[in-house]
């Protein structure tokens, strides 16, 4: 993968968001949450700015992205569906869930719908074990996932 270097805009509002947060002990996750808020995802273009401004290597930086997945390379869909696929979950259908939303949707967990309507994530707990499965769309948990559930969500985020 080729990093290409970010435009001089993006470049000075990430400066920006390093400057302000740069002083706080451990900044880099506070930096990285504030580029995705500005941008709504970590350009890759970011990654050896972030690197420079904080004196770390751009592996590290890059580390750090990549194990988190709130932090994606490219800008999500406008709804965000999270399904949880837990144990819980999986013990009370998360599989047939998922299938369902994936063929409804037409798009594979990491993937956003070519009209940007929606991206889907897997999640490994949304705590809620008891009313498994779960899922959460736009920061909103849902609970006891069923076929009718599914389709009000689906809906929701087509229209």
């Known amino acids: 993968m080729t990093v290409q270097p970010a435009s001089t805009e993006i470049a000075s509002r990430i400066a920006a968001i390093i400057e302000e947060l740069k002083d706080l002990e451990g900044p880099l996750l506070p930096i990285l949450h504030g580029i995705r808020e ?8 970011a990654l050896p700015v972030i690197a420079d401004g904080l004196n770390l290597s751009r592996a590290e930086v890059h ?6 997945h709130d932090f994606r390379a490219q ?17 009370m259908g998360s599989d047939a869930v998922a299938a369902k939303v994936k063929q409804l949707l037409g798009i594979d967990f990491h993937e956003t719908a070519r009209d940007g309507s929606v991206t889907l994530e897997p999640v490994y707990c949304l705590g809620l074990c008891a009313c498994s499965p779960s ?9 006891r996932l069923d076929d ?11 229209s």
């Open 38 to 45: 500005e941008f709504g995802h970590v350009p890759q273009a």
């Open 148 to 158: 009718e559930k599914i389709e009000e969500i689906v809906a929701e985020v087509r």
């Open 75 to 91: 800008p999500a869909g406008r709804h965000v569906l999270k399904l949880c696929q837990a144990e819980a979950c999986q013990s």
């Open 63 to 68: 580390g750090v992205v990549t194990f988190y």
């Open 135 to 143: 899922a959460m769309l736009d920061g909103e948990v849902i609970g």
